[in-house]
């Protein structure tokens, strides 16, 4: 069982409106289709239905919950070897809460397919995120959630896509 189709998967405080702007920058810089999974879905047959799909498929809600029909969402993405992304929104001061190390130790331990993590806004501190140790593929600055990016932004997106493109590449 083999899915091709990453998830975007929110960690920590959940901004849908963040979330939804994301996913479709991030596909339309990607140049593929924008899927749609949520909670209330059974993970195998929404996975099952995405596994021969080429796109990103932004997921809504608690990924980690336990699921009415059993299992988690996110077994069920290391069942189907589904590459996921994991992301996050940073504190103002630029700080990511501890839910993205439980987060990356959780994804380690049911085997995902863990492409990354990016920080969704700003402020970027790269040499933070070095110390953390966490699989950061970058950050998604904040000017690209609205109309107007700047040329660097713009860069910066293109760097991340690059980056989510080679863990692709490799995975197992």
């Not at 995405?50 to 919950?65: H, I």
């Not at 700047?150 to 590449?169: T, V």
Request: proline share 6%; aromatic share 10%; hydrophobic share 45%.
């Amino acid at each position: 069982m083999i899915c091709l189709t990453p998830f975007l998967l929110t960690i920590g405080q959940r901004d849908e409106t963040v979330n939804s702007v994301f996913s479709s920058v991030l596909a339309d810089a990607w140049r593929c289709r924008l899927f749609k999974s949520s909670y209330e879905e059974n993970p195998n047959e929404c996975i099952s239905a995405l596994a021969n799909e080429r796109g990103l498929t932004q997921f809504l809600g608690d990924f980690a919950m336990l699921h009415p029909d059993g299992g988690t969402w996110l077994e069920a993405l290391a069942a189907w070897k589904a590459p996921v992304i994991l992301f996050v929104l940073p504190a103002s001061d630029g700080m990511v809460g501890g839910e993205a190390s439980a987060y990356v130790a959780l994804c380690k331990q049911l085997s995902v397919n863990l492409l990354g993590l990016v920080q969704v806004g700003d402020p970027w501190d790269s040499h933070k995120r070095k110390l953390d140790g966490l699989p950061w593929c970058g950050f998604f600055p904040s000017d690209l959630l609205n109309q107007s990016p700047s040329i660097q932004s713009l860069i910066i997106l293109d760097e991340l896509i690059r980056k989510l493109e080679i863990q692709l590449k490799y995975l197992p």
